[in-house]
């Protein structure tokens, strides 16, 4: 059963760094994706980064590109994101979630992916 958890959020000033850990447990494969997708306040989902289990290819949405990296560390069955200069729009609620490869999924969004975890709380204050 493949179950995921996002943590690390919290609530920081504009300019800072938080680092958001995704826990994933079950039977993951090379093929399937991992993404991050986050909701702000009164705003629908937007997907902001995503990795592939086996190469490491990744995508990253032009909100986060330069100031955001996604990573993985396969042996502990674990997502990262590490996100620098936060703006105050980067409030949001952060999930992580994941997606087989023939899951046709909304890359803008995350609509569609498999799986899901609870998300976890980032505020960023001016």
């Known amino acids: 059963e493949v179950q995921l958890q996002a943590s690390g959020g919290g609530t920081v000033q504009a300019g800072g760094s938080l680092r958001l850990s995704c826990v994933m447990t079950?039977?993951?494969?090379?093929?399937?994706?991992i993404g991050w997708v986050r909701q702000a306040p009164g705003k629908g989902r937007e997907g902001i980064s995503a990795?592939?289990?086996?190469?490491?290819?990744?995508y990253y949405s032009d909100s986060v590109k330069g100031r955001f990296t996604i990573s993985k560390d396969n042996a502990k069955n674990t997502a990262y994101l590490q996100m620098t200069s936060l703006k105050p729009e980067d409030t949001a609620v952060y999930y992580c979630?994941?997606?087989?490869?023939?899951?046709?999924?909304?890359?803008?969004?995350?609509?569609?992916?498999?799986?899901w975890g609870k998300g976890t709380l980032v505020t960023v204050s001016s």
């Open positions: 079950g039977v993951i494969f090379d093929q399937w994706t």
């Open positions: 979630a994941a997606a087989e490869p023939h899951t046709d999924y909304d890359g803008n969004t995350g609509d569609g992916m498999d799986y």
């Open positions: 990795i592939t289990i086996g190469d490491g290819t990744t």
